[in-house]
């Protein structure tokens, strides 16, 4: 069983800054992509950032130049950190990781996406 688990969420005036992070546990035996998503009130989900195993970064545009993606792919962490916040980053954010589960599941380049529970950020005055 695959988890991710986030944590830094919260309320931030705007201007301000925060980190978000995730660390996944259980049995994967390789981890592509790591990343992060983001779902405002009666909105869909979207991409706001991900790094490949090899370390390459994508960014959503509203986020180009405030938020910084980094991951440690020894212990199978993500990290989100965020500058400049502005009340348009409101929203629930959620830790992504796609990859591997088995040796089996990689020599069929069947990949799964996990999912972590989401954690809400607020950028308010």
């Known amino acids: 069983q695959v988890s991710l688990v986030e944590s830094g969420g919260g309320l931030v005036h705007p201007g301000g800054s925060l980190t978000l992070s995730c660390a996944v546990s259980?049995?994967?035996?390789?981890?592509?992509?790591m990343g992060w998503y983001r779902q405002a009130p009666g909105e869909q989900r979207e991409l706001v950032a991900r790094?490949?195993?090899?370390?390459?970064?994508e960014y959503a545009d509203p986020v180009k130049g405030r938020f910084s993606i980094s991951r440690d792919s020894v212990v199978n962490t993500v990290a989100l950190h965020a500058d400049s916040l502005k009340p348009e980053d409101t929203a629930v954010y959620y830790c992504?990781?796609?990859?591997?589960?088995?040796?089996?599941?990689?020599?069929?380049?069947?990949?799964?996406?996990?999912w972590g529970q989401g954690t809400q950020v607020t950028v308010s005055s």
């Open positions: 992504n990781a796609v990859g591997f589960r088995s040796l089996y599941d990689f020599r069929r380049r069947y990949d799964s996406a996990y």
């Open positions: 259980g049995s994967i035996y390789r981890i592509n992509s």
């Open positions: 790094i490949s195993s090899g370390g390459s970064t």
